[in-house]
């Protein structure tokens, strides 16, 4: 069973492919280096919002990939977006 995190950020300033870049460039990363890392995107949702969407092997790791990503928001791109919203869930169905 794979696990989930997902949040949601309010774009406050720049355009939504400079937050994915600075997320593909960026939290991709930190993501990478974490323990149970299975893969991660980023969704526009329309109205000036995106999902940051991470899969992960255990409940535990998806719940440490949320203070990952507060960090390096907080230190890299606080300016441009804000939190709205933090989930993490364990997948009933994924195929």
Do not use: C
């Not at 400079?18 to 990478?32: N, P, T, Y």
């Not at 990503?69 to 709205?84: C, F, S, T």
Request: aromatic fraction near 8%.
């Amino acid at each position: 069973m794979q696990h989930v995190r997902i949040a949601k950020y309010r774009v406050q300033s720049g355009t939504l492919a400079e937050i994915s870049d600075a997320a593909q460039d960026g939290m991709l990363k930190v993501f990478k280096e974490q323990p149970g890392f299975v893969s991660y995107g980023v969704a526009d949702s329309g109205d000036g919002t995106v999902l940051s969407i991470s899969h992960w092997e255990t409940h535990d790791e998806a719940e440490n990939a949320a203070v990952a990503a507060r960090e390096w928001v907080a230190a890299n791109i606080a300016d441009r977006i804000r939190l709205l919203e933090n989930n993490t869930g364990d997948y009933l169905f994924l195929s």
